[in-house]
């Protein structure tokens, strides 16, 4: 049997010795805090699960989907935007359901990139944006994230004809996995950019629905001239406690929506109809949820940050997003760094270069762990201070 080429590319998964480690540590019966996952622990609210309820129980949801959604669903998605951000989009052309985010960033590449081709992506950032360009055969650029620079890509700093050749430009903010965020001025300035050296951009921005301290973080879809040249990747995931039924959407520039779909339409079925139904009561239902968990987030993330920088571990207090991004102790690399957490504390983060190397000399805490949890977390790490 020979593999492709391709698969060898892909650089090694970084995570592999983590997870043997906690694993092990579990098997020896010791209780791992693992703040390692970025996914909500709280559950999906209760009307959405009774619309999925009742749309299992039709048997015209039991057929295949198609892959451009219901209807329903893409009015649903363009009406949320004109709510939430006061823009419009025509559901028909500038809107595709996707089967979560993730799916269509990793089939986006398929659109753009041919072998040689340039993406340019956030480092750190997250990985699917450099592999689906590696995987379709082309370079991810990375455009380093720097804390002095508020851990935005600095666009004058992109060589001229690295930028004229790129064909793409990913962005993401709130940002996983800096928790940083992004200005309308800052969009302005990617989509002035991205004229200039006629690229495509794709805003990834999952985790616009969980900001902090009365917060509300724009879409790049809200600058003129922004759907001309670029799209934007949402979610239902992080928005509604949804990752497990996966579903999200893509939305903008309707050529490369319409790219996207005919890549999908030859590879997928689309998303199964009832998570579909249950997406437009989440999108139509009541939002109360979302302020009520963005304040059980807030708590955690107040908490963790205090005990972070009581034991000189210097982090900003993210705006947004569920995720803390801490600097870590010099004489340290950020994997050694998580070894040490687990080994000494039995507590499990992400290192900072699971995201790319512009992640060296930091450590992703991520606060969807049950409050107990996130507590004991806490205790042990003013423990350590104690000790160290
Ligand atoms: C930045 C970012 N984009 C996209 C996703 C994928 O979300 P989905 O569940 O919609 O595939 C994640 C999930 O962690 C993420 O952090």
New binding site residues.
Partial sequence: MELANRLSKLPPYLFVEINRKIAELRTEGKDVVNFGI??PDLPTPAHIIERICTAAHDPANHRYPETDGLTELRAAIADWYERRFGVELDPAKEVLP?I????G?GHMALCFIDPGDLALNPDPG?P?YSLGTILAGGEPYPMPLREENDFLPDFEAIPHDIADKAKLMWL?YP??PTGAIASLAFFEKAVHFAQRHGLAICH?A??TEVAFDGYRPPSLMQVPGARRIGVE?H????TYNM?GW???MVVGNPDMVNALFRVKSNLDSGVPQAIQYAAVEGLRGSQEHIAERNAIFQRRRDRLVKVLSDIGLRTRIPKATFYVWTEIFQGYTSMDFAKTLLDELAIAVTPGTGYGKGGEGYIRFSLTIPDDRLQEGVKRLSSWRRRA
């Fill in positions: 970025g996914d996707l979560g985010s993730k799916e960033i997250y699917p993401n940002n996983n990834d999952p985790y990747f979610s239902l995931s992080k990752t996966r579903i999200g």
